[in-house]
C-alpha cells in the first residue's frame, strides 16, 4: 500500500531543542540508516514494497553543522490491513405464486459470501439504502432488487469492502385450460408435444386433424428457462352413429299416432 508519513518530520524535529539545524533522514532498514545510504525519497508516497504486510521506518537524525548523529533508530511503523474482498452474487428465482416476491433461502448466503474469510462482519443495505437486518432472515421474502453488502474486518482500522446481491424473482407463465387464450401472456414461448412427446408446430396448424389424444402444452418465461407452466389439451374424437336400413317399405294410415315396429 502507499503511506504518506511527511507530518513525522516535524514531530522527530519538535523533539529536539528550538532553531536547531537538523537532517531528518528516513531508511528502510537499519543497516541502511547506519551506512546512509539507500534513504527513502517520498515520505509523502511511499510503498511498501519488499515488507509485506508490515514495515519499520528507521529514522536518521544528523546536525547540519558537523554531521554528527544524534538519533537513530526505528520510530514509524507501517501496516497493511488485507481488505476483506468478497465476491458479488445472483439469485435468481421464478414468482411461484404470481405476487412478484420469492421467499429466497439464505442459509448459507454468508458462508458463500464470506467464503472463508475470518473476523469478518457482515452489513446489509436494500435498494433504497435503507439497512437490513444481518444476517438476513431466512427465509428473505425481496422482490427483484439489488442488495449492497459490506464486508468490515473486526480490527481498529476497519478496512471494508462493498459488493451486491441480485435477487432476481422472474415471471412464472401460467398455462391456462383451453379456452382460455394463451396469448394473454405476452413475451412467452409455448411449445406443444403430442401423447408420444414428439414436437407439435407452434403455433398449433388450423385446423389439426388428429385422432383423439392428450397435447401437452409448455409455456417457457424465455429471460428465465427455469420457470415453465404446463397444462393438458385433451382432444376427443367422437364416432359417427350408423343407422341400419331395411329396405323400402310403403304404410298408409290416418292416425297421427301410428307406428310401426
Not at 51 to 58: A, G, R, S, T, W
Not at 87 to 101: A, E, N, R, S, V
Not at 116 to 134: C, F, I, Q, R
Amino acid at each position: 500500500s502507499t503511506f504518506d508519513f511527511s507530518s513525522t518530520a516535524t514531530d522527530i524535529q519538535a523533539l529536539f531543542p528550538s532553531g536547531q539545524l537538523l537532517d531528518i533522514t528516513f531508511y528502510n532498514t537499519i543497516s541502511d540508516a547506519l551506512a546512509e545510504q539507500n534513504a527513502i525519497t517520498d515520505i509523502a508516497n511511499h510503498t511498501n514494497n519488499g515488507f509485506p504486510n508490515i514495515q519499520h521506518i528507521y529514522v536518521r537524525v544528523d546536525s547540519q553543522l558537523d554531521n554528527e548523529c544524534l538519533g537513530l533508530g526505528h520510530h514509524i511503523t507501517l501496516q497493511v490491513e488485507r481488505i476483506p474482498i468478497i465476491q458479488p452474487l445472483i439469485l435468481t428465482q421464478c414468482d411461484d405464486d404470481q405476487d412478484g416476491f420469492f421467499a429466497f433461502d439464505t442459509s448459507t448466503l454468508e458462508t458463500t459470501l464470506l467464503n472463508g474469510l475470518t473476523n469478518v462482519t457482515l452489513a446489509y443495505w436494500d435498494e433504497n439504502n435503507n439497512p437490513l437486518p444481518s444476517p438476513l432472515p431466512n427465509p428473505f421474502n425481496s422482490t427483484s432488487q439489488i442488495v449492497k453488502v459490506r464486508a468490515t474486518n473486526n480490527t481498529t482500522n476497519a478496512c471494508y469492502f462493498e459488493t451486491n446481491i441480485t435477487f432476481t424473482v422472474d415471471d412464472l407463465p401460467e398455462a391456462y385450460a383451453i379456452p382460455t387464450n394463451l396469448t394473454t401472456q405476452t413475451g412467452m414461448l409455448v411449445n406443444y408435444f403430442d401423447e408420444t412427446g414428439n414436437s407439435l408446430p407452434s403455433p398449433l396448424p388450423n385446423p389439426l386433424v388428429s385422432g383423439t389424444q392428450n397435447i401437452t402444452v409448455e409455456v417457457i418465461n424465455p429471460t428465465n428457462s427455469n420457470c415453465v407452466a404446463t397444462t393438458i389439451i385433451s382432444l376427443v374424437v367422437n364416432p359417427l352413429p350408423e343407422i341400419e336400413l331395411y329396405g323400402d317399405e310403403l304404410i298408409c294410415s290416418n292416425n297421427p299416432l301410428f307406428t310401426k315396429v
